[in-house]
């Protein structure tokens, strides 16, 4: 099982930026791949972006080019930029740990997972 602990989430601008970061403990962090969801009221959590073990990334049509997924292994530190946010961005967002080392953006393939992090995007 890993512990992984949100932060970096908060209110910004339509066009504005923001990094969140999920510090995770317990496991090998560098042996698993590590996944960005998002949540609104109301609907299903959200595929975000997801990154292996060894650096292969992927991310959701709505993000892509928008938004960049990075890990540092030697800080059990995932991280997630969001540039150019738009209101549609406006989510909890939560940090998750693979339960295999596969590519997935499916939910049911993360096992542990975080509190998760308000963003709000403001007009």
């Known amino acids: 099982q890993v512990q992984l602990v949100e932060s970096g989430g908060g209110l910004v601008q339509a066009g504005g930026s923001l990094r969140l970061s999920c510090a995770a403990s317990g496991r090998t962090f560098s042996n698993y791949p590590m996944g960005w969801f998002r949540q609104t009221p109301g609907k299903e959590r959200e595929f975000v972006a997801t990154i292996t073990s060894s650096n292969i990334k992927y991310y959701a049509d709505s993000v892509k080019g928008r938004f960049t997924i990075s890990r540092d292994n030697a800080k059990n530190t995932v991280y997630l930029q969001m540039n150019s946010l738009k209101l549609e961005d406006t989510a909890v967002y939560y940090c998750?740990?693979?339960?295999?080392?596969?590519?997935?953006?499916?939910?049911?393939?993360?096992?542990?997972w975080g509190q998760g992090t308000q963003v709000t995007v403001s007009s």
């Open positions: 998750a740990a693979a339960t295999g080392d596969y590519l997935s953006r499916e939910v049911t393939n993360y096992g542990s």
